[in-house]
């Protein structure tokens, strides 16, 4: 589905459970998969051995299992073809996919500058398979940790947590 057909709550920042996400790429073939909430500025990496569309749908489902219903709603990608099954990800976590128009990144743009924010800890050219989930989920926490001017000056991590403490 594409961008234009998105409910227009998905456009609201002020509603929390709507993400956009991408792929950063290293070299020999490497890839770590990238989800920014909309709302909070709110990023989680996923670690992802190749760029087929059955390894990234695969890890994606596997991470969206670990957060609330109420808190992922749907998922703003690229045109990539890494996306090509997006229809099983949506079957299995009940998340709907939208598609930016093509060359249109700004339609994505939460993720897009949290991952101008990323080359800091991950530079073009370097082989981002070498780094384990663990040091992924720990640069999130750093990201997640600094206050963002977009924000009134609080964190993603604080932002968000207000939403899971909202559902709860």
């Not at 459970?17 to 909070?40: C, F, K, P, Q, Y």
């Not at 924010?117 to 990201?143: C, E, I, M, W």
């Not at 977009?150 to 207000?162: M, V």
């Amino acid at each position: 589905m594409s961008i234009r057909e998105r409910p227009a709550c998905v456009e609201d920042r002020a509603v929390p459970g709507h993400w956009e996400g991408d792929l950063i790429s290293g070299s020999n073939n490497s890839h770590i998969a990238t989800l920014v909430e909309r709302h909070s500025s709110y990023a989680m990496l996923v670690k992802v051995k190749v760029k087929y569309t059955e390894t990234v749908i695969s890890a994606l489902i596997k991470h969206a299992k670990k957060l609330p219903t109420e808190l992922y709603k749907s998922l703003t990608w690229d045109r990539g073809k890494e996306m090509a099954d997006h229809q099983r990800f949506t079957l299995t976590t009940n998340v709907n996919v939208y598609f930016c128009d093509p060359q249109s990144p700004w339609q994505r743009g939460s993720n897009e500058n949290t991952n101008r924010l990323l080359r800091q800890y991950f530079p073009k050219g370097t082989d981002l398979s070498v780094h384990s989930q663990a040091k992924l989920n720990a640069v999130a926490r750093r990201l997640n940790e600094r206050p963002r001017e977009t924000l009134d000056f609080e964190t993603p991590a604080e932002r968000f947590n207000a939403c899971v403490a909202a559902i709860g």
